[in-house]
Nanobody, 124 residues
Framework: QVQLVESGGGSVQSGGSLRLSCTASGITWDYYFIGWFRHAPGKEREGVSCISINDGSTDYGDSVKGRFTISRDNAKNTVYLQMNSLKPEDTAVYYC?????????????????WGQGTQVAVSS
């Protein structure tokens, strides 16, 4: 059974940083991605970033490029999302998800399993 557990959310002032973690278990696929998505009240769910567990290839949403960095530690089955220069508009519930695949995709409906989410709040 695939399980994803997010951690690291919290409250921070504008310009601050947070690091989110996503620890996976039960994945038996040979090629897969871990993606981060966020959902703010009144907005559509947005793809933030994704990374291939196999070759480390990544993709980022336009709104976070240059500020967020995704990385992986395969020994710990964990993917990290380092978020710098945070803005109030980054406030959302952040989810990690996983999908089988060889190419980076930031479309939520392409992902098969999801975590419960972690709240990030950025104040001005």
């Amino acid at each position: 059974q695939v399980q994803l557990v997010e951690s690291g959310g919290g409250s921070v002032q504008s310009g601050g940083s947070l690091r989110l973690s996503c620890t996976a278990s039960g994945i038996t696929w040979d090629y897969y991605f871990i993606g981060w998505f966020r959902h703010a009240p009144g907005k559509e769910r947005e793809g933030v970033s994704c990374i291939s567990i196999n070759d480390g290839s990544t993709d980022y949403g336009d709104s976070v490029k240059g500020r967020f960095t995704i990385s992986r530690d395969n020994a710990k089955n964990t993917v990290y999302l380092q978020m710098n220069s945070l803005k109030p508009e980054d406030t959302a519930v952040y989810y990690c998800a996983t999908r089988v695949g060889l190419w980076p995709v930031l479309t939520a409906n392409e992902y098969d399993y999801w975590g419960q989410g972690t709240q990030v709040a950025v104040s001005s």
